[in-house]
C-alpha cells in the first residue's frame, strides 16, 4: 500500500482514527489547522527568544515535519515545532564574546541535530534499552532541570526589565489560560498569553505613552513605544523570509562553527532524546499500536530535521506535546492531518508581514510568557523524576546528581589554558552523567544515612536493601 493512501473513515463516537486513516479531506483540513494553532505560540516565541527569524522557524516547522513523517514511513503522527532544549545553551553562547553571533548558534545546533541522528541510528539497531541504561530517569530529568533553570537570569537580565508590569500580567493570564480554561483553550495558552501582552501593551502606549527601558541587545535605557509595527508596514505580503537579524546576521545564513558553542548545546541533545523517546511512547499508548521499532527512527529524524533547519539558519525542532494534546482530546491520530498542517505552516512562512508581526511582539511579553514556560522546562525534570519514582533517599540519587546541577545552574566553569571554557549547562551535563555513573551500583549496604533520613525519616534505615535503584530494580 502507498504511504500516501489513507483509508477514509466516518468513527463513531469515540471511536479513534489511527494514523493510516483518515477523515474525509474537509474534516482532515479543520484538524490540520487546529494542529498549527496548537503548536503555534511556543514555536515561534522560542526562535524570538534565541535571536533567530520566526517566520523562517515556521516555514521549516512545516518543511522538517513532512521529513519527520516521511521517515517514520507515516507510523508516528507528530508536528516538529521549535524545540526549547537548546534555549539556554543560545543564551550561554551569545554570552561568550562578541564574536558568536547567530552563524556560530545555528552552527552549534547543527552539530546538535547531526548527534541527535547518530543516537537514532543507534537506538534503529541497538533497541531503545540503550537509552535507559546510558541515560536513565535520573540522569534525564537532572539534565532537562538544569536546561530550565539556567535561563532564570536571561529573563530577569533581558526581557522582564523592559516593561516589568506587562510581563507581570502576561505571566498572570498564562497562568490563568493554562489551568482554568477549557479543552483545547488552555493548550493554547503561550498563543492566547502573547495576544493579551500584544494588545496590553498596545492599550499602555495609548493611555501612558512611551516607556523608557534598556531593549534587549541594547546597554542604554531610551524612550520607545511597547509596540512598533514600521517593520510590519514595510514588510510584504509574501514572499521568502529575508533581511537582518538583531545582531546583523541575515536571516538566512550558513553555520560557523565553534567547539565552545558545540560543547555547549550538546546537552540539549539528552532532553531531545528524553522528548522524543516519550513521544513515541504517548502515542503508541494513545493508538494501541507498537511503536518500539519506529523509536530510533523518530529520534534521528527530529535530528536531521534540526540540522537541516539549521543549516539554513532556522530554529531546532521536537516533537510537540502540544499537538499530543490535540490527538488526545479529538482521538484523530491520522497523519493526513499532519500534512495539512505542514502546508499551512510553509505558507505562513512565505508571508513576510505575518513574520513582521511576530517580531515586533515587545519584550515586556516575552518577559510574562518565558517567566513560566522556562520554570515549566526545568519542572518537567523534576516531572521525570516523580514519574519514575526516583528516590533521593538512595544516595546514588542525592549525591551523584546535585554537583552537576548546581554547576548548571549556577554557571560554574572550568578553564583550560588561555581560550577555552568548560561551563554552564555543558559542564553541569557532564558531571551529571558522570558522577551518578561513578557511583551507581557501588553503595555499601549502610551508606547514604544522611539522604535517607533526609527523605524516609520515619523508616527503617539500616541497610539500603528495599530502595529502588535508579533502573527500577531493588
Keep these: 500500500m502507498s504511504m500516501f493512501k489513507w483509508d477514509v473513515v466516518d468513527p463513531g463516537p469515540g471511536e479513534a482514527v489511527l494514523p493510516h486513516q483518515r477523515l474525509p479531506w474537509g474534516k482532515t483540513i479543520g484538524l490540520g489547522a487546529q494542529h498549527v494553532v496548537a503548536m503555534f505560540g511556543a514555536t515561534f516565541v522560542f526562535p524570538l527568544v534565541m535571536g533567530l527569524d520566526a517566520n523562517l522557524a515556521i516555514m521549516f516547522s512545516g518543511l522538517c515535519t513532512i521529513l519527520f513523517l516521511l521517515i517514520v514511513q507515516n507510523r508516528v503522527p507528530s508536528y516538529l515545532g521549535t524545540s526549547a532544549s537548546f534555549v539556554a545553551s543560545v543564551a550561554a553562547i551569545r554570552a561568550l564574546d562578541e564574536g558568536n553571533d547567530s552563524s556560530y548558534v545555528t552552527g552549534a545546533i547543527l552539530v546538535g541535530g547531526l548527534v541527535l541522528a547518530a543516537v537514532g541510528v543507534l537506538v534503529h539497531f541497538a533497541g531503545a534499552e540503550l537509552i535507559h541504561k546510558v541515560l536513565p530517569p535520573a540522569v534525564t530529568g537532572a539534565v532537562v532541570m538544569l536546561i530550565g533553570f539556567n535561563l532564570a537570569p536571561v529573563v530577569a537580565g533581558i526581557y522582564w526589565p523592559q516593561d516589568q508590569w506587562v510581563a507581570l500580567l502576561t505571566a498572570a493570564f498564562m497562568v490563568f489560560a493554562a489551568v ?128 537541516f533547519a539549521s543549516a539554513f539558519g532556522g530554529s531546532p525542532t521536537t516533537t510537540y506535546a502540544e499537538n499530543i494534546g490535540v490527538m488526545g482530546a479529538t482521538r484523530v491520530y491520522s497523519t493526513a492531518a499532519y500534512y495539512v498542517a505542514a502546508a499551512v505552516a510553509i505558507l505562513l512562512g512565505l508571508c513576510p508581514k505575518f513574520g513582521a508581526i511576530v517580531n515586533a511582539t515587545p519584550g515586556g511579553v516575552l518577559g510574562g510568557i518565558t517567566v513560566v514556560l522556562y520554570g515549566m522546562i526545568g519542572l518537567v525534570g523534576a516531572k521525570i523524576w516523580v514519574e519514575n519514582n526516583v528516590d533521593f533517599g538512595n544516595p546514588v540519587n542525592m549525591v551523584g546528581l546535585a554537583g552537576g546541577i548546581i554547576a548548571g545552574i549556577g554557571g560554574v566553569t572550568l578553564t583550560f589554558g588561555d581560550d577555552f571554557q568548560l561551563g554552564g549547562i555543558a559542564l553541569g551535563t557532564i558531571l551529571v552523567i558522570v558522577f551518578f555513573h561513578l557511583v551507581n551500583g557501588r553503595g555499601a549496604a549502610t551508606s547514604g544515612a544522611v539522604t535517607r533520613n533526609l527523605s524516609h525519616p520515619e523508616g527503617d534505615h539500616g541497610t539500603t536493601g528495599t530502595h529502588k535503584n535508579t533502573d527500577g530494580t531493588r
Design 180 to 307: 482554568a480554561l477549557p479543552g483545547f483553550w488552555s493548550r493554547i495558552a503561550v498563543f492566547l498569553a502573547l495576544i493579551f501582552g500584544y494588545l496590553l501593551s498596545w492599550f499602555a502606549d495609548l493611555v501612558f505613552g512611551p516607556i523608557t527601558s534598556v531593549l534587549g541587545g541594547a546597554t542604554e535605557a531610551t524612550e520607545h513605544d511597547r509596540v512598533s509595527w514600521a517593520g510590519v508596514k514595510a514588510a510584504d505580503w509574501i514572499g521568502l523570509p529575508s533581511g537582518t537579524l538583531s545582531d546583523g546576521v541575515s536571516v538566512v545564513h550558513g553555520p560557523s562553527f565553534s567547539l565552545t558553542a558545540i560543547l555547549l548545546v550538546l546537552p540539549g541533545v539528552i532532553a531531545l532524546v528524553a522528548e522524543n523517546t516519550g513521544h513515541v511512547k504517548a502515542v503508541a499508548e494513545m493508538t494501541g499500536e507498537n511503536l518500539d521499532p519506529y523509536m530510533g527512527r523518530a529520534i534521528g529524524a527530529d535530528g536531521i530535521a534540526t540540522a
